[in-house]
């Protein structure tokens, strides 16, 4: 089966992440609607607000048929979507969806002064692996359960993670030229 | 190894983030959470919205640091606040409060009549306004991370905002299509850095985020200026001048989401009270239109 990646496009930088699928040539939907997600192999959650996302999602009527989505298909978050993968987002403002046995903290890092670019090394499909990794307002994953992996740390801190077919991390690979992340993600459809 | 704070990627990482969104300005520590409760992306913190700005008369200044801490402690989306063109000690105090964005202002009075402040320095982004794509080219060469077109501030009036993102995308268009050997020309017709209008005749588009503002007080305002190319909207006056702030700020959120959807647009439209009251552009005098402040 050919992949279809569906890109939550309710606010963020979406676009982003359709630009790095082009790249791999792998066709991408957004998704603003409950009908967008029939057919798709896959789900990205891109970086924004979460607090908006969270919002949104319910405006949209898109909670439950995603979370319905998720049993079945595999899901990635970055920064905002990792938050709102997490099981707990430790804040009364954001409502996650809980694919992920972690608590996160958001604006983990501080304001957007102490936001950082930074290489983190990590493990991917069992080779050591360096990655760009741009941090924004980043949470932080502050407690998380047995069946979470890490698959790359900063200064010690998990920062990239999987759980089942889900993947999640705090940082934006969308905003680096770098395309293994995403890669990655595609491996594990197919497998 | 070791970790970048401030790098050009990182600023405009953030706007990026902020795509798709409403920012809004807000006055108050209530105001900031109606804001963040109806789905705003960001808040602009400042002292007088720009619709009291221009009735109001008298020098306008960056806001007080106490009324910027009190709404960063009560919200937790990014806090923006501005600063006077030019004034870049007003800026350094934005910075050193931890504001997320600075944006320097042609709502605030000049604080520099030749020169903008040089962005670089920073390590918080910049954004600032324009009318055309000279004007963004020059901000972007100071080191600005977010362009917004800068409409007519406080004046509930799309007009403006209207013809500045026309004149944008038109002017990037123009570059798309031109030779090579004339971008040089264009470069110093536009008063822009030549090797940014490089960069745009490639590319198609702004090197950073293009944002709209000024004037935008309705959904359909602003699912008007999506259409037209902006990534986010701005509002200003639009909001806390209206009759039903809350109810609008959310229906402007869902409009910004859905600004190509026109049965979801006249869903969210339904049930609004009255807008903000709005100035015919001939009424205000030209030596009082905000959006000639910028060099």
Request: glycine share 10%; hydrophobic share 45%; net charge negative.
């Amino acid at each position: 089966m050919v992949a279809l990646i569906g890109i939550l496009a309710l606010q963020g930088d979406f676009a982003r992440h359709r630009s790095k699928f082009d790249e791999l040539g792998v066709a991408t939907r957004n998704v603003r609607y409950p009908a967008d997600l029939d057919g798709l192999s896959a789900l990205v959650i891109p970086g924004g607000e979460s607090t908006v996302l969270s919002k949104q999602l319910d405006a949209a009527g898109l909670r439950a048929a995603l979370e319905d989505f998720a049993r079945t298909r595999p899901v990635m978050g970055t920064c905002a979507g990792l938050i709102m993968m997490a099981r707990d987002a430790g804040d009364s403002k954001v409502s996650p969806l809980g694919l992920m046995d972690m608590t996160v903290r958001r604006n983990g890092w501080g304001r957007q002064v102490h936001s950082f670019e930074t290489h983190i090394e990590g493990r991917l499909n069992g080779a050591p692996t360096s990655l760009p990794a741009i941090f924004i307002r980043a949470p932080r994953i502050v407690e998380y359960g047995p069946a979470v992996n890490i698959l790359a740390e900063h200064e010690g801190e998990p920062v990239l993670v999987s759980e089942g077919r889900h993947l999640a991390m705090v940082f934006h690979p969308e905003l680096t030229p770098d395309i293994q992340v995403h890669e990655y993600f595609l491996k594990s459809l197919a497998a | 190894m070791s970790a970048e704070t401030g790098s050009f990627q990182v600023k405009i990482g953030l706007a990026e983030m902020l795509k798709g969104g409403v920012i809004m300005d807000v006055t108050t520590v209530e105001q900031s959470r109606i804001a963040e409760d109806a789905g705003a992306v960001a808040v602009m913190a400042l002292e007088r919205i720009p619709a009291d700005i221009r009735q109001d008369g008298g020098v306008a200044r960056m806001s007080n640091p106490e009324m910027i801490k009190s709404i960063q402690a009560a919200v937790s989306i990014p806090v923006m606040a501005k600063c006077r063109i030019g004034h870049f000690v007003e800026a350094q105090i934005l910075e050193a409060l931890e504001v997320d964005f600075i944006d320097e202002s042609e709502v605030l009075t000049p604080a520099d009549d030749a020169n903008h402040i040089y962005k670089r320095n920073f390590k918080v982004p910049f954004v600032c306004g324009c009318r055309n794509l000279g004007e963004a080219l020059r901000r972007i060469g100071e080191g600005a991370a977010m362009i917004r077109t800068k409409g007519e501030a406080g004046s509930g009036n799309i007009v403006e905002a209207v013809r500045h993102m026309r004149t944008v995308t038109s002017e990037i268009r123009q570059l798309t299509v031109m030779p090579p050997e004339q971008l040089m020309a264009e470069a110093k017709r536009l008063g822009a850095p030549y090797a940014l209008v490089e960069q745009v005749a490639k590319t198609g588009k702004l090197p950073v985020p293009n944002f709209s503002a000024g004037g935008i007080a309705t959904p359909a305002d602003a699912a008007l200026m999506m259409q037209l190319g902006a990534e986010t909207v701005f509002v200003g006056s639009g909001i806390f001048k209206s009759d039903d702030p809350a109810e609008r700020a959310k229906a402007i959120v869902g409009a910004a989401t859905y600004y190509d959807d026109a049965a979801k647009l006249a869903e969210l439209s339904v049930g609004l009270k009255s807008a903000m009251a709005g100035l015919e552009m001939s009424e205000i005098p030209a030596g009082e239109r905000l959006q000639e402040r910028g060099w």
